[in-house]
C-alpha cells in the first residue's frame, strides 16, 4: 500500500514523472556515489519524447551539480516505448564504473518506492466504519494506519505550499511554454479586492492556485498534490479558507492529512488516469480537505469528494476536446471544490448515493479504468 505521503512530493515542475521524480532520484543517487566525478543518465522512452517541453535535462542538472552530468538518449533499446526510464551511471576520476541503476517513474514516484508492505492496506468502508464507531475524524484514521510521522511531514509540507503562493503571488511576465499567456495570479489577485463577499474568496481561492501552478509550468519547486500539473488545486483552497475565515494552523495540516487520505484510497486512478482525472481527483481531495476544516462529518468529507468525482469516468473524452490548458484546469477545479464542499455540508444525511459512488471507484477492481 502507498503511504500518504507519496501525494505530496516536492521537486522542480512542470511534470511529476518527466522532471520531479527523476531530479529526486538524480539528488539521492548522486549524494550515494561520492567518489564520482560524472554521472551519466541514459533516457529511454516517453522521457525521451518528454523531455523538452518538460525540462528534465534541466531539472537531472541541476540535482547533478557540481559533479558533470551527461544526458544521453537511448532510442535502440529493448524497453518498450511506452516506459518512463533512465539509467544512471556513475564515474570516478578514471573513468572507472562506480555505480549504475535503472530507474523507472510513474506519476507518484519512481516505481520501487510505491509498495510499502508496513503500511495497512484501507478500504473506504473500513475507514468510515470505524470514524463512525469510534466518534474520530478521517485524519485521525489516517494518523493511525499510515506511516509513522505523518503529521509533521504534513506540516512541514503545507509551510512549504504556503511559500510557494505567496511567492507566486509576487511574480509577473510570461510563462515558457505558453504562448502568448502571461502570468496571471498576481493580477487576479488585485482585481479579488474590488470584489466583496463570496465573490471575493472565490476570486482569492483562483488566484492562490494559480500562484502555485504558474510555479509549476515555469519549472519552479513545487509540492505536488497529488501530481505536479495538478498542484494548484489543494493549496488554493487552503489558502483561502485560511485567509478569509482565519481558520488555524493545526486545523490546516489536519483538513490536508483528510486530503491525503482521500488521495490514497485513489491511488489506482492517479496511477493510470490522464491530466484531467489527476485534476478531478486533486479537487476530491481539495473539497474533502475542505469539508473537514468547516466541520464537516467524514460521510460528508467523502460524499464532497464523490461530487468532485462525478465525471472521472469521461476524462478520456474531455481530454479530447477540451480547449483550456492545465493551468485555467486548475484554477477552475479550485472554485469547484468549495462548491462541492459546500453542497456537501448542506446536505446532511441525503449523501448515500454519493458515498455509494465513491465505493464503486475505490473498489480493488479498479472500476473506471477497466
Not at 548522486?30 to 534541466?58: M, P
Not at 476530491?284 to 469539508?291: D, E, P
Not at 477540451?322 to 469547484?336: G, P, Q
Request: negative net charge.
Amino acid at each position: 500500500m502507498i503511504s500518504i505521503k507519496n501525494l505530496f512530493r516536492e521537486g522542480p515542475g512542470p511534470s511529476s514523472q518527466f522532471s520531479m521524480h527523476p531530479y529526486r532520484v538524480a539528488k539521492e543517487f548522486k549524494d550515494d556515489c561520492h567518489d564520482a566525478t560524472t554521472i551519466k543518465v541514459t533516457l529511454y522512452g516517453q522521457l525521451i519524447t518528454n523531455s523538452d517541453s518538460c525540462f528534465t535535462a534541466q531539472a537531472l542538472k541541476s540535482a547533478i551539480s557540481p559533479f558533470v552530468a551527461r544526458i544521453e538518449i537511448d532510442q535502440e533499446s529493448e524497453l518498450p516505448n511506452s516506459v518512463i526510464a533512465a539509467k544512471f551511471e556513475a564515474f570516478g576520476k578514471k573513468k572507472t564504473l562506480i555505480k549504475e541503476k535503472l530507474y523507472y517513474f510513474n506519476k507518484l514516484g519512481e516505481e520501487s518506492e510505491l509498495d510499502d508492505e508496513s503500511i495497512e492496506k484501507v478500504t473506504t468502508d473500513e475507514m468510515l466504519q470505524w470514524t463512525y464507531n469510534n466518534g474520530r475524524s478521517i485524519w485521525e484514521y489516517a494518523l493511525l494506519t499510515d506511516s509513522s510521522n505523518l503529521e509533521e511531514f504534513i506540516s512541514i509540507k503545507w509551510n512549504r505550499m504556503k511559500k510557494i503562493v505567496e511567492k507566486g503571488l509576487e511574480i509577473e511576465g510570461g510563462l515558457p511554454g505558453f504562448e502568448q499567456q502571461n502570468r496571471r495570479a498576481s493580477l487576479f489577485m488585485s482585481r479579488s479586492y474590488k470584489n466583496r463577499d463570496f465573490i471575493q474568496q472565490i476570486s482569492k481561492t483562483i488566484s492562490y492556485t494559480l500562484a502555485v501552478i504558474e510555479e509549476n509550468a515555469s519549472g519552479k519547486n513545487i509540492v505536488a498534490a497529488p501530481t505536479a500539473k495538478s498542484s494548484g488545486i489543494i493549496p488554493g483552497v487552503l489558502y483561502s479558507l485560511m485567509d478569509v475565515y482565519k481558520i488555524s494552523e493545526v486545523r490546516v495540516v489536519r483538513g490536508l492529512i483528510t486530503a491525503g487520505m482521500i488521495g490514497k484510497l485513489l491511488y489506482k486512478e492517479i496511477l493510470y488516469g490522464n491530466l484531467f482525472s489527476d485534476i478531478s481527483i486533486a479537487t476530491a481531495m481539495a473539497s474533502g480537505a475542505a469539508t473537514q476544516i468547516m466541520g464537516g462529518t467524514p460521510n460528508q468529507v467523502i460524499a464532497a469528494a464523490s461530487i468532485s468525482l462525478s465525471n472521472l469516468d469521461q476524462d478520456k473524452e474531455i481530454e479530447t476536446h477540451s480547449h483550456l490548458n492545465y493551468i485555467e484546469l486548475n484554477a477552475l477545479a479550485a472554485s469547484r471544490a468549495l462548491s462541492n464542499a459546500t453542497w456537501a455540508l448542506l446536505s446532511d444525511k441525503n449523501i448515500s448515493k454519493e458515498i455509494d459512488y465513491f465505493y464503486k471507484i475505490t473498489m480493488e477492481d479498479n472500476y473506471l479504468l477497466i
